[in-house]
């Protein structure tokens, strides 16, 4: 017996090794990046997750690069490109030495092809309007036309793409750092399949062959996605790292162990019951950076008690979000008076919402609620998850207290709580969105008239002109008092409440230099290094 | 012998129809769809990605395809993961789940006997008293409490071990074995224990004592025979259990084993995954319980010789 605690104790002994895989990484060059979930896939015409993005970041390259610091898009697989002056062509010249992981090159057939992918609609990609500002894609993909010499996308020759738009869309440049407008390799996919085949095999590793300054190496299914440096890339002289290591991780709690022993160099988040007010100063490798998305419960306005914009304002304006934000979030999120969060693309709206408990009692009384108690029973809907539960009890309280109606809150597992809010069952809903790129466009898109996300049967044609008017407006200055206009109707009609900003939350090793805050917190794993002070 | 273990492999066979099918018919019942997500996807996008899952056709269509793909064993593509087939994600989890079920069940099997026999041994003395009050505190400390402790005092504080991973880096495997062995110790202990106590004050003990046997032969030869069929008894649904419970502790741990595909299956109601796994975890339950059932029959002599 005595042996076997021996044994065991030395065994144990023997197992510390002392350095941990963030020690060995400085000279090994590599990143160890916590990752959020498993992946779906790599295809990127089929993918529409966060960790999705960072791996395809690092394997491929759409024709602009979202730039580490924010704001315009670096040139990507085109080094340069033309716009036409009414806006509505572009000319990319594609890098002359732009290569494909297995040395093709990289042509403007390649796009034109991968366009033709994504609008094809049997693929099913869950993300073909991305490229809807391009002339005829909407009607291709809808089938109206079924040639798509029509669309506007044509190779002019191997390195010169010329794109035409329906409207002067300012901010399409942006929109070509989303992954869904990247290209993919022909013969590789149709080696493995065809070319609407959701199931075909050339995402795996020894068959994945993609245009990114990294190569997939290994895949190991919830353990981890191994990438190594690209040699053929085109830019490879900058890439600093040899490989990174994705983990998908879901359980935050284990992730936060996980970078406390040394085994993680970023995290994908922090837990937020740990988040205090100086945390920052407390532990340093936590970083609190502003972030391009907007929390904000929908409020059905089909509903026969919200129909009436009084009573939506009297509602939007008993939320005390100072108060949310510091009892009840805590980590450091910006209370929001406007859907667009301050500061995406230089978009800073002017919209406000006081937080006028006098005020929301006279609009609730003119809306012919003398007391809240003839109000009916209001609900809030969210999805199960402690914070959304904490900050719906607080709105819960600040409701009762200051209006008195009654508020019953229902959670509901994630896909329920999607498909009620979908067809219209809830009266209020907690939501959340994030920007796919960096433009008020993002946002305000959502709330028009048909889009699947306004959800909250707001029809409004009046906001919808002005989108459209803004989306035809090359000058960027006239653009956002356009756009501003737009925010204001919104906030004015209020068939949606801003609550908070978001933030990102999460840890950052000390040894992960060329990481820069940015509103989109797209990190382009090319300028990444690890070095030991 | 051979009859029973025929009428129980016939008998499995409707049970797993019966789970195949009520399975089948309460995943589509619930609310919400594979293919609901944050960002809503149009009409033309869902319909386009139900034809291409074959989920406009009927029902019964779909549930007949589904049936007859089972036979030839084929549980369909993962509608989560496109270009993966459930059989696949299935296989790639299983190693790693039974690796860490084996492990699991060695380390309750050794704790549990020693801490029992010693019990019934060394009944109401201190040997008794304390590993039985532990093995009480073990039913009662759930996984998910016991891991992330077990990792606090040996990942963190004495950095012995690694606090995640499963054969990345040395040593990872011993923190998940111990919690998830752990609970099950508890109650090989107290089932041992148990069993042991009845044997012990039996006639043919007291003859064994009797012809001069010494005590080790006594309880190793003659007692624990006969005093661990509870243990052997359990360790059927047991091992079904890990294999199918271990969920907790392979998220605390990064475990790629099957719990978690399990799991997250339902959340993302990715119906063809949710009924290839719960198809195969019905069939371990099956499987184990058959198992120890024969195991239990032959090791008590008077079931083995009728």
Redesign the interface.
């Known amino acids: 017996m005595r042996y076997s605690y021996l044994f065991i104790i030395l065994f144990l002994i023997g197992c510390s090794s002392g350095t941990t895989p963030v020690d060995n990484a400085v000279e090994a060059k590599v990143l160890h990046y916590g990752n959020g979930t498993e992946p779906q896939g790599l295809d990127p015409h089929i993918v529409t997750g966060v960790p999705e993005h960072h791996l395809l970041l690092a394997l491929c390259e759409g024709l602009t690069s979202s730039n580490p610091r924010g704001g315009e898009s670096l040139p990507g697989s085109a080094a340069s490109w033309d716009i036409s002056d009414d806006g509505k062509v572009y000319t990319f010249y594609l890098q002359e030495n732009g290569k494909w992981s297995n040395g093709d090159d990289v042509t403007a057939e390649d796009y034109v092809w991968s366009w033709q992918r994504i609008l094809t609609p049997s693929l099913g990609s869950q993300y073909p309007d991305m490229l809807y500002y391009v002339q005829n894609a909407e009607e291709f993909h809808n089938g109206t036309i079924d040639d798509f010499s029509n669309v506007g996308v044509k190779a002019l020759n191997s390195k010169t793409l010329e794109v035409t738009l329906k409207e002067p869309t300012p901010f399409f440049l942006g929109l070509l750092s989303h992954y869904s407008t990247w290209p993919v390799h022909k013969p590789t996919v149709l080696k493995h399949g065809t070319m609407d085949d959701r199931n075909g095999q050339w995402t795996r590793p020894g068959n994945f062959v993609c245009n990114g300054p990294f190569n997939l190496k290994t895949w190991e299914l919830n353990k981890k996605i191994v990438v190594d440096k690209n040699p053929l890339y085109w830019d490879a002289d900058i890439v600093e790292l040899n490989e990174i290591h994705f983990y998908p991780i879901s359980n935050e709690m284990t992730e936060e162990r996980m970078f406390r022993a040394g085994q993680l160099h970023v995290t994908s988040t922090f837990p937020s019951n740990k988040c205090e007010p100086n945390i920052q100063e407390i532990n340093p490798n936590i970083k609190i950076h502003p972030y391009m998305g907007t929390y904000f419960y929908r409020f059905n306005t089909a509903n026969k008690a919200l129909d009436d914009v009084r009573v939506r304002k009297a509602l939007a304006y008993s939320i005390d979000r100072q108060k949310i934000v510091e009892s009840v979030t805590r980590c450091g999120q910006i209370p929001a008076y406007s859907f667009t969060p301050p500061g995406s693309n230089g978009f800073y709206p002017d919209t406000k919402i006081p937080y006028d408990v006098d005020l929301a009692r006279n609009l609730l009384k003119e809306a012919g609620y003398d007391s809240g108690e003839k109000f009916p029973v209001l609900e809030i809907l969210f999805n199960t998850s402690e914070g959304h539960r904490k900050v719906a009890l607080a709105i819960q309280q600040m409701w009762q207290q200051n209006l008195g109606i009654n508020v019953e809150l229902v959670n509901q597992d994630w896909k329920v709580y999607l498909s009620r809010e979908m067809i219209g069952d809830f009266q209020v809903s907690r939501a959340g969105w994030i920007g796919d790129y960096e433009d008020p466009n993002t946002f305000l898109d959502t709330m028009r008239p048909n889009r699947g996300n306004n959800k909250t049967r707001w029809d409004n044609y009046e906001f919808d002109g002005l989108l459209a008017k803004a989306n035809a407006t090359l000058d960027q200055e006239e653009r956002y008092k356009i756009l501003m206009e737009a925010e204001r109707l919104l906030i004015d009609e209020m068939p949606i409440a801003p609550i908070y900003t978001y933030v990102r939350v999460y840890q950052l090793h000390e040894d992960v230099k060329g990481w820069y805050p940015n509103i989109l917190s797209h990190h382009h794993p090319k300028y990444i290094r690890i070095e030991r002070d | 012998m051979l009859g029973i273990f025929l009428r129980r492999i016939l008998l499995a066979i409707p049970v797993l129809i019966a789970v195949a099918s009520i399975t089948f018919f309460l995943v589509r019942l619930?609310?919400?769809?594979p293919?609901?997500?944050?960002?809503?996807?149009?009409e033309?996008?869902l319909k386009?990605?139900n034809?291409?899952y074959n989920l406009n056709a009927p029902l019964s269509e779909q549930y007949f395809d589904y049936m007859s793909g089972i036979l030839v064993g084929d549980f369909g593509?993962s509608f989560?993961?496109?270009?993966?087939s459930v059989t696949e994600?299935i296989m790639?989890?299983l190693p790693v789940t039974f690796e860490l079920a084996i492990y699991s069940m060695l380390i309750a099997l050794f704790i549990g006997i020693l801490s029992g026999v010693t019990a019934a041994l060394k009944r109401n003395t201190f040997l008794d008293y304390i590993p039985m009050s532990i093995a009480m505190i073990g039913i009662c400390v759930p996984t998910f409490l016991l891991g992330?402790l077990l990792?606090?005092i040996?990942?963190?504080n004495l950095?012995?071990?690694?606090?995640?991973?499963?054969g990345?880096?040395?040593?990872d495997k011993?923190l998940p074995s111990l919690t998830l062995g752990f609970a099950y110790a508890a109650y090989i202990a107290r089932l041992s224990r148990g069993g042991m106590l009845e044997i012990l004050n039996q006639d043919f003990i007291r003859t064994a004592r009797a012809k001069g046997l010494s005590e080790k032969m006594v309880v190793i030869k003659h007692a624990m025979q006969g005093g661990l069929i509870p243990v052997v008894s359990f360790l059927g649904p047991a091992v079904a259990g890990l294999l199918a419970g271990s969920f907790v502790v392979e998220?605390?741990?990064?475990?790629?084993?099957l719990g978690?595909?399990y799991v997250?299956a339902a959340?993302?109601?990715d119906y063809t995954m949710i009924l290839g796994t719960t198809i195969f975890f019905s069939f371990m339950i099956v499987f184990f319980n058959l198992l120890s059932d024969i195991v239990a029959l032959w090791l008590n002599p008077r079931s083995r010789d009728t």
């Open positions: 619930a609310p919400g769809g293919f609901d997500a944050d960002k809503a996807v149009s033309q996008v386009n990605l034809e291409a593509p989560r993961f496109p270009g993966r994600l790639t989890g992330p990792v606090l040996f990942g963190i950095e012995l071990l690694p606090v995640s991973g499963w990345q880096l040395p040593g011993i998220t605390i741990f990064q475990i790629p084993g978690r595909f997250e959340f993302n109601r």
